[in-house]
């Protein structure tokens, strides 16, 4: 068999994200690189010793090369290699949430996510999205006969998707479990799923987020600022929608240009992580920004397009996985910095500060990459729907290990 060349659209795509999020970085994290570089001095600019203004620069260009890294290798490791260890992955990811639950660091925010080793912090949640993805693949492709069996498909669907989604709504990071669920359903869907069942499970999923809003106080208070925003809500928990939807408002089509967005200075907080986007608004307009938008388009058309032709059911499912992980994460952070949303807490992949995100988003992109290499000319599975679900038929089978 000749294998393919990976995917060069995705590639491309991603570098360029990549970059724009450097130079935004670069850009838009000079404040926050002097607060962290220089927290003790009183009035402090990038002329004073101690001062580092691209403090964020450098950490981020470190974080990107090690994602870029672990890209190369992941697009060189053939993808029958993730079914192999789907389990052991999952079930340690398992319990290195169960240990952040008990032992980790809040970070300077709401969520209990983190891990700090050294000097460095570790999110295992980024890690254990990619980990249910390999083993919701995995076992998906073994129940092909059963996944539209209520009882020998949904409910062990719900029950392994609960298992990862459990100590991440506990953190508490809503905003995870959000991407989660959507990436583990749209999984779950195209292995063949009942829709009754799926509208069962959103059923039960709505109940279960309203008993969210109504008993826990910072959900509540972000919803309540969701609902207030056109209302000039001046509560502290209004601010961050606020802000958000100041800065965009005040790029207009062009933007002030790099460098010059206030927001980002005094008033948006994490303008460099969650809210990259809407300070990137302010310096550079509706039209430019709108490019970005289109940079995940391309990745879901041909991450879906890698799916609908891969070789066999397992790498099928998995590129399925990874790329509804990426964009829908992209379009809720999205969603948040332009107050479509209510605010959630999640970084927009590929451009936001945050090694964990980035490296995790680098590796299921080098899956993905690898997954396109194997991919057929045709359109490789055809479901039809009869009995207990989509019967799965590959045309061509294609052996990454050939």
Not at 66 to 77: E, F, Q, S, T
Not at 203 to 222: C, D, G, K, P, S
Not at 279 to 292: H, K, N, P, Y
Not at 306 to 325: E, Q
Request: net charge positive; charged share 15%.
């Amino acid at each position: 068999m000749v294998k393919e060349k990976s995917d060069k659209l995705i590639l491309g795509t991603t570098l360029a994200l990549l970059l724009f999020g450097i130079v935004m970085i670069t850009s838009i994290g000079v404040p926050k690189s002097i607060q962290l570089s220089a927290p003790d001095i009183l009035y402090p600019n990038c002329e004073l010793e101690g001062v580092d203004c691209y403090f964020l620069f450098r950490k981020h260009i470190v974080r990107v090369v090690i994602g870029l890294i672990a890209l190369v290798i992941c697009a060189k490791i053939p993808y029958k290699f993730w079914k192999k260890v789907a389990a052991p992955m999952f079930i340690g990811f398992i319990l290195l949430l169960l240990f952040v639950l008990i032992f980790g660091s809040s970070n300077n925010t709401i969520a209990r996510s983190w891990i700090f080793i050294f000097n460095a912090s570790l999110q295992p949640t980024e890690y254990a999205k990619l980990a249910l993805i390999f083993y919701l693949a995995r076992w998906l492709e073994e129940k092909v006969k059963d996944v539209g069996s209520f009882q020998q498909g949904f409910l062990p669907f719900t029950v392994i998707t609960s298992a990862v989604l459990l100590p991440i709504v506990l953190q508490p990071d809503l905003g995870s479990a959000m991407v989660i669920t959507i990436t583990a359903v749209a999984i779950y869907f195209v292995a063949g799923a009942k829709i009754r069942h799926l509208l069962l499970g959103a059923f039960a999923a709505f109940l279960i987020a309203m008993m969210v809003v109504v008993n826990v106080t910072h959900v509540r208070e972000r919803f309540m600022a969701y609902v207030a925003i056109d209302k000039d809500c001046v509560e502290d928990y209004c601010w961050q929608s606020e802000q958000a939807n100041i800065a965009v408002g005040s790029g207009g089509l062009w933007g002030k240009g790099l460098t010059q967005g206030v927001q980002k200075s005094y008033w948006l907080p994490q303008a460099s992580d969650d809210f990259i986007f809407a300070a990137s608004a302010e310096e550079l307009g509706f039209l430019r920004i709108i490019i970005v938008v289109f940079g995940y388009f391309i990745i879901a058309y041909r991450g879906y397009r890698i799916a609908n032709r891969a070789p066999d059911r397992f790498s099928m499912l998995v590129a399925t996985g990874i790329t509804t992980l990426i964009t829908a994460q992209a379009f809720i952070n999205i969603g948040v910095n332009t107050a479509l949303l209510p605010v959630t807490g999640i970084t927009l992949p590929l451009i936001s500060y945050g090694g964990s995100s980035i490296l995790a988003t680098l590796i299921g992109i080098g899956v993905l990459l690898n997954i396109s290499k194997y991919t057929t000319a045709y359109e490789s599975h055809r479901f039809h729907g009869r009995g207990n679900g989509r019967t799965y038929y590959p045309q061509r089978r294609y052996n990454p290990e050939d």
